[in-house]
């Protein structure tokens, strides 16, 4: 079982910048892929960023140039920088760990609330 837990959301305005954080409760990033989802009232979730083992990221257009997705493996943490906050980013973000091989769950964390309001 690993456990996921989101942090960093808040109220920023347009333009501004939030840092989210996603605490791994064990060591998984060797085999999953660890994304960053995001889900709008009355919109379907999407994917916003991910990191796989050997690092390599992709990004939703709609973030690419703002958004920087990292890990740190001593701490078992994957983080979300944004940047250049628009109120389109509004959303609760989820945490996800897809794993890289058959027959291991897929994991979620509970969301953090990002607001983008003037």
């Known amino acids: 079982q690993v456990q996921l837990v989101e942090s960093g959301g808040g109220l920023v305005q347009p333009g501004g910048s939030l840092r989210l954080s996603c605490a791994t409760s064990r060591s998984v990033f060797s085999i999953y892929t660890m994304g960053w989802y995001r889900q709008a009232p009355g919109k379907q979730r999407e994917l916003v960023a991910r990191?796989?083992?050997?690092?390599?990221?992709n990004y939703a257009d709609s973030v690419k140039g703002r958004f920087t997705i990292s890990r740190d493996n001593a701490k078992n943490t994957v983080y979300l920088q944004m940047n250049s906050l628009k109120l389109e980013d509004t959303a609760v973000y989820y945490c996800n760990a897809l794993p890289r091989v058959g027959g291991l769950p897929m994991y979620w964390g509970q969301g953090t609330q990002v607001t983008v309001s003037s």
């Open positions: 990191i796989t083992s050997d690092d390599n990221t």
